[in-house]
Structures are given as structure tokens and as C-alpha cells.
């Protein structure tokens, strides 16, 4: 592939990144992130309300809801009790109350209902995403290592809390002459993902970032592009629970690639 081709596609991913960002139910529009372990009462903190009473049970979350609180289920108008399950995503969301849509999630066996309003303060400043220039020097030939079994590990997340990270193996990739590795996550369908700091961090970029590799093919082999190194979701909403990178993925040089920081109005 050409450098223009290179650039050119990369271009149409920042495009292609820069809508999902500022969709109205995408990472901006996260305004609260409420665990039902902490509302015995089934009562959402306000700021704004969010109506009905949510109560969490082994098999899903119950809804109460009467007829002043104006939800909706799965499109219409609803008023009673239903027991819901975890949501796709935060568009397919069954519930709604106006424009926002109420999310419930399960994260290792708590539940939590997450509101994403798309007149949110987040996406009413957002300005765009800060980059580093394209550069085909950080587009390197990787190597996937994986573990002869899955890893797990504590680590540190955004919100103070440690919680645990699954490791499938190392990618290792050269840079001047140096091997280095990160760990990795993988997604069930091969791709992978790792949150790593470098020189960067906290000084020209945010603090950490997320790199998602494609999967790679049956040698192991794998491109590495630190040019579509992204901002975590936690850069984008306070509520988010981003975790902080392993041990052995603060990387001892700087990396000048991918996405830097939020711009805003």
C-alpha cells in the first residue's frame, strides 16, 4: 500500500471515529453511571432523576414503574414491571425516558443503569479529537504470543476501583532496534485490544490509551499501528470505568501516534 492510499484510510477511520464519538448515544452522551448496589431503595440518584425503581435479582434488574414516571419499553409507553436483562448497547437500550435511553449493564455480577442523554454537556462542547500526524514509521510488524491459559489480573480502573482485566497473551513489535511487548485482551472474535501508556502520556497525550489490533493470522503475525491508537471511553465521560494500564504496558519511549487528547468549545 501506497502512503497516500495509508493516509487516505486513515483519514476515513478519523472520519469514521470522530461520528461514533459524537453519535447522539455514543461515549459524549454518558451523563451517569448508577450501581443498584448502592441504591438499596431502588431510587437513582437525581441530577437529573431518573424515574421508576430499579432493583437488582439474580436473574436481571426489575423495574417498577407508575404512570407519572413517562418511560418507555421497547418503544411505547409503559407503565408496571418487567425483569431486565443486560443491554447491547446503549442505542438498543429497552427503556427511555425522552430522549435519554437507560442502559442496564452487568459488570463481574453487579448491575448498574447507565443514563446517555444526547443533549448532554459532552456532546453540546465537544470540538473534535486532537491527533498526531500520520506517520508510516509506527505502522509495524507485530507478533502475537498468546498464554498457554487465560490470565487474570487486579488493576486499578478510572473510577478508583480495582477490578479484574483478562489477559490473552503479549504483543511483542520492535521500535529502533528494541523488542517491546504489551499485553493484550482478546474479544471473541480474535481481535485484540491493549490499554498502554508511553512517553506521551499525561504530558503531549492523555494519560493512557487503547490500541486495537486486528486479529492475527495463524503464525501470530499482526500489524501494529500506533496510528490509530484511540482515547479511552473514560476521556470522553467522567463515568466510564476505563482500567489503567497493566504492569509492563507503560512503554519507556514515546510514542508520537494516534489520538492525543479532547477538544472542546
Avoid at 2 to 7: F, H, I, K, R
Avoid at 29 to 48: F, I, R
Avoid at 155 to 183: K, M, P, W, Y
Avoid at 245 to 253: D, E, F, K, T, Y
Wanted: glycine residues 12%; negative net charge.
Amino acid at each position: 500500500m501506497s502512503t497516500s492510499e495509508a493516509q487516505q484510510r486513515w483519514k476515513t477511520w478519523r472520519e469514521q471515529r470522530h461520528e461514533a464519538v459524537s453519535a447522539p448515544y455514543g461515549p459524549l452522551a454518558l451523563t451517569g453511571t448508577h450501581w443498584l448496589a448502592d441504591s438499596p431503595g431502588g431510587t437513582l440518584p437525581a441530577n437529573p432523576a431518573v424515574p421508576g425503581r430499579w432493583t437488582q435479582e439474580p436473574g436481571g434488574v426489575r423495574l417498577s414503574a407508575g404512570p407519572g414516571d413517562g418511560l418507555t419499553l421497547d418503544g411505547r409507553q409503559w407503565e408496571g414491571e418487567v425483569l431486565l436483562g443486560p443491554d447491547s448497547g446503549p442505542a438498543a437500550a429497552r427503556v427511555a425516558h425522552g430522549g435519554r435511553k437507560l442502559l442496564v449493564m452487568r459488570r463481574e455480577g453487579r448491575w448498574a443503569v447507565r443514563v446517555f442523554d444526547p443533549d448532554s454537556a459532552g456532546r453540546r462542547g465537544f470540538a473534535g479529537i486532537d491527533v498526531f500526524d500520520h506517520d508510516e514509521r509506527w505502522v509495524l510488524e507485530g507478533l502475537f504470543r498468546p498464554y498457554e491459559r487465560e490470565r487474570t489480573i487486579a488493576v486499578e480502573n478510572a473510577d478508583g476501583r480495582e477490578r479484574s482485566l483478562a489477559l490473552a497473551g503479549e504483543l511483542a513489535f520492535g521500535i529502533g532496534g528494541d523488542e517491546h511487548t504489551l499485553q493484550v485482551s482478546a474479544e471473541a472474535d480474535g481481535s485484540m485490544w491493549a490499554v498502554f501508556a508511553d512517553g506521551t502520556s499525561g504530558r503531549s497525550s492523555y494519560r493512557f490509551r487503547f490500541l486495537k489490533p486486528p486479529p492475527p493470522a495463524a503464525d501470530g503475525t499482526v500489524t501494529v499501528d500506533f496510528n490509530r491508537a484511540v482515547l479511552p471511553p473514560c476521556a470522553f465521560a467522567d463515568h466510564f470505568i476505563c482500567p489503567f494500564p497493566p504492569p509492563g504496558n507503560r512503554l519507556p519511549i514515546e510514542v508520537p501516534a494516534g489520538e492525543r487528547n479532547l477538544l472542546r468549545r
